[in-house]
């Protein structure tokens, strides 16, 4: 019990910022025939991200595609440089924002229906709605990653794990995939693995919030172990 909730710890603020990015970011354009449904009336729009109004995202195409490639770089150099965790949130927000951007409308109503079915605790249904996601884009970093914990949630670590592995596979430098991947390898009993994940994360983002207090915990236990 104790082991599924420090995963769960990790799990719940990459559902949470994934979510509202999604939403913002991802605006829906007219809905094809055999697209998913979309949210029904009465039940409001997105909500406001807690980052600010969000700046002006890369149009979809090749060009769009170059142009948010060339942003996420500056970001993750800015993410590497901030100077207090205020500063480093901002920048996370915008990351969040370019990568959710990569979405079709599709993809982005799956995802929203996924995310639903997630905070409902319906983690099974989620599983079908990012699978969808996926069949129409393999190449989409966030609907691996909601994927993982949709698969932590009932109970898989193992897909969960293989599902992160292809988040980094695809984003070398998710530190939300890397925290997750910690916490699983931390809960599977391999605190060195479980080290070398955290301090890639805290790397690519050393003024994350409780960052440096997860490498502490981590490499109290693989000190341990190596003794």
């Given at each position: 019990?104790?082991?599924?909730?420090?995963?769960?710890?990790?799990?719940?603020?990459?559902?949470?910022?994934?979510?509202?990015?999604?939403?913002?970011?991802?605006?829906?354009?007219?809905?094809?025939?055999?697209?998913?449904?979309?949210?029904?009336?009465?039940?409001?729009?997105?909500?406001?991200?807690?980052?600010?109004?969000?700046?002006?995202?890369?149009?979809?195409?090749?060009?769009?595609?170059?142009?948010?490639?060339?942003?996420?770089?500056?970001?993750?150099?800015?993410?590497?440089?901030?100077?207090?965790?205020?500063?480093?949130?901002?920048?996370?927000g915008?990351?969040?924002?370019?990568?959710?951007?990569?979405a079709?409308?599709?993809?982005?109503?799956?995802?929203?229906?996924?995310?639903?079915?997630?905070?409902?605790?319906?983690?099974?249904?989620?599983?079908?709605?990012?699978?969808?996601?996926?069949?129409?884009?393999?190449?989409?970093?966030?609907?691996?990653?909601?994927?993982?914990?949709?698969?932590?949630?009932?109970?898989?670590?193992?897909?969960?794990?293989?599902?992160?592995?292809?988040?980094l596979?695809?984003?070398?430098?998710?530190?939300?995939?890397?925290?997750?991947?910690?916490?699983l390898?931390?809960?599977?009993?391999?605190?060195?693995a479980?080290?070398?994940?955290?301090?890639?994360?805290?790397?690519?983002?050393?003024?994350?919030?409780?960052?440096?207090?997860?490498?502490?915990?981590?490499?109290?236990?693989?000190?341990?172990?190596?003794?």
């Amino acid at each position: 019990m104790e082991r599924t909730a420090v995963r769960m710890a990790w799990f719940r603020p990459i559902l949470a910022g994934v979510s509202v990015v999604a939403l913002a970011a991802a605006p829906v354009a007219a809905q094809a025939p055999d697209s998913p449904p979309a949210r029904p009336p009465g039940q409001g729009g997105a909500p406001p991200s807690p980052h600010g109004p969000a700046v002006n995202t890369p149009p979809p195409g090749p060009r769009g595609a170059e142009a948010r490639r060339a942003e996420l770089d500056k970001a993750f150099d800015a993410l590497r440089t901030a100077p207090d965790e205020a500063g480093a949130t901002l920048v996370e927000g915008r990351i969040r924002q370019l990568w959710a951007s990569a979405a079709t409308p599709s993809v982005s109503l799956l995802m929203n229906r996924g995310m639903r079915n997630m905070q409902a605790n319906q983690p099974g249904d989620a599983l079908e709605d990012f699978d969808a996601a996926l069949t129409l884009a393999p190449e989409f970093p966030e609907a691996w990653l909601l994927r993982a914990e949709a698969h932590s949630r009932t109970g898989d670590p193992l897909a969960a794990a293989r599902d992160l592995q292809e988040v980094l596979r695809l984003e070398p430098r998710h530190w939300m995939a890397l925290l997750s991947l910690s916490a699983l390898q931390d809960e599977a009993g391999d605190a060195a693995a479980a080290l070398r994940s955290a301090e890639a994360a805290l790397a690519i983002n050393p003024k994350m919030p409780g960052g440096e207090r997860r490498l502490r915990d981590i490499r109290r236990k693989a000190e341990g172990e190596a003794l």
